[in-house]
Every structure is written in C-alpha cells, then in structure tokens.
C-alpha cells in the first residue's frame, strides 16, 4: 500500500495538500493526516475520496516520534510521499517575541522536519519523492522575522543537500516556497492589516494552487518552487544583490 504523510494537515495549505493529493495522485493509495487538531483532521478528512488515516500528533514531541516511527513499522508502509508541511512563523523583534516561541519556530520548522524526514525515509522506496514546506523568506533574512526567516533558510539549505545526496535513489525533494497566503498562518503570526507595510503589499499566493501546481513541480524533480512571478522574480534578484540591500527592500 502506498502512502502520503501530510503533517501539518489540519488546515491552509496541509489541508490544500491532503486534498491536491486525493484528486491527482492516483498511485496513492492512503493519506495520513498528521497534526495536533483531531477534529480539524477529521473536517478535512471528510473530503478526501480516497482512503485515509489521522495520526493526532504533536511532531514535537519525543513521544509522538515514537509513535509515529512505531505506526510505520506496524503498517508495514511504503511511504511514497511525505510532505513537511507543519510550521509557524511570528512577527516581532527577536528580543520582543517570547523565548517558548523563538524556541518553538525552531523546534516545529527545523528539528521536527529533520527528525519526521529521518525516521520516513527507510520506508521510502526508489522514485518517492519529499516535498518541504520553505517559504520566500529563505530567500534573505528578513527584519522583524528573524527567527522564522533563519528556520526556512534551514529548510532549503537541507532540502538542496538531501535532494543531492537521494539522487543515487531518485527520490526528489522540493523546497516549496510561497508568498503569503490568507490562511491560519497569519492570524498565528500576528500578522494583521497594517501591522506590516510589506506583507500588506505583497501579492498573496493562492494555497490550492501552491499544493497543485507544487505536486506536478515534484513529479517533474524540479527542486524549489514558486507560484507567482514576482516571488520568482525576488528569488533570482537576492541571488545577484548584496544581502544587505535585498533586506532593506523586504524590510517589514
């Protein structure tokens, strides 16, 4: 039986992605939605047209790894894709945010991806394919996301080595990279109208469309992408400007 792990599936673009897979991935045959929310995995489980399994889990813990790496080997599975996709970000400076969040960005979008990818992989066969959710903020560091910028900087300096080193097993890993997205994710970062003059401007990214058009970029071994020409644009522009002056124009 082949599987997709979803973490982070309990809404935005996890739940987009639990949905893309159930209409265009054919060779799956179950998802497992992984997320802290039972009754929010259960909503988006009640959507999806092919066979499916909640895993309420906090990926932070200990634990849950535990459990997690135990479902796995008891299932016997071959997970034929795993989709990081559990995160946060906050808005603040660093010295402002509290330590548990500081913390905690680092411990959901860093060791958690780490540790889930680690333990998924010996159940991952030839042609399976990893896809990380990474953001346009890894681009740069970015002033008043210090911590959030630093974890997804992470995420595609991972992502890149792990797709090099998996080549030899033709399993692909893609660092998606979106702009913002009305989703849950900015309520939890604070991240309100007029909070920042750049998020304000910024053109939003659409979360069905991301996790569509991400998974055919997976399919095609692509190894980073993004939906909108203009956060296309700002990728190769903060590959060719000093860092510097990339920060002060993405300034928050």
């Known amino acids: 039986m ?147 910028s630093s974890t997804k900087a992470f995420v595609m300096s991972f992502s890149r080595a792990l797709r090099d080193e998996l080549k030899s097993r033709k399993i692909n890993v893609l660092s998606v990279c979106p702009g913002p997205m009305e989703t849950e994710f900015l309520g939890v970062a604070g991240i309100n109208k007029g909070d920042s003059k750049t998020f304000d401007m910024l053109p939003r990214d659409n979360a069905q469309r991301v996790a569509e058009h991400s998974l055919k970029a997976s399919k095609k071994h692509k190894a980073v992408f993004c939906d909108h020409f203009f956060y296309k644009f700002y990728r190769v522009v903060s590959k060719i400007l000093p860092t510097a002056l990339v920060m002060k124009m993405a300034k928050t």
């Open 2 to 148: 082949k599987i997709a792990v979803i973490t982070g599936a309990s809404s935005g673009l996890g739940k987009e992605y639990a949905l893309a897979v159930s209409r265009l991935r054919p060779d799956v045959d179950e998802i497992w939605l992984v997320a802290r929310r039972k009754d929010k995995l259960e909503e988006v489980a009640s959507n999806l047209s092919k066979k499916y399994r909640i895993v309420p889990l906090d990926i932070t813990s200990d634990t849950a790894i535990e459990e997690y790496k135990n479902l796995l080997e008891t299932q016997n599975a071959e997970v034929t894709l795993l989709i990081n996709n559990a995160g946060f970000g906050k808005l603040g400076l660093f010295y402002e945010i509290s330590t548990q969040d500081n913390a905690g960005m680092i411990r959901l979008n860093c060791e958690s991806l780490t540790v889930i990818t680690s333990v998924t992989l010996p159940f991952m066969n030839n042609g399976a394919e990893i896809i990380n959710t990474c953001s346009i903020a890894s681009f740069a560091p970015n002033n008043r996301m210090a911590v959030y």
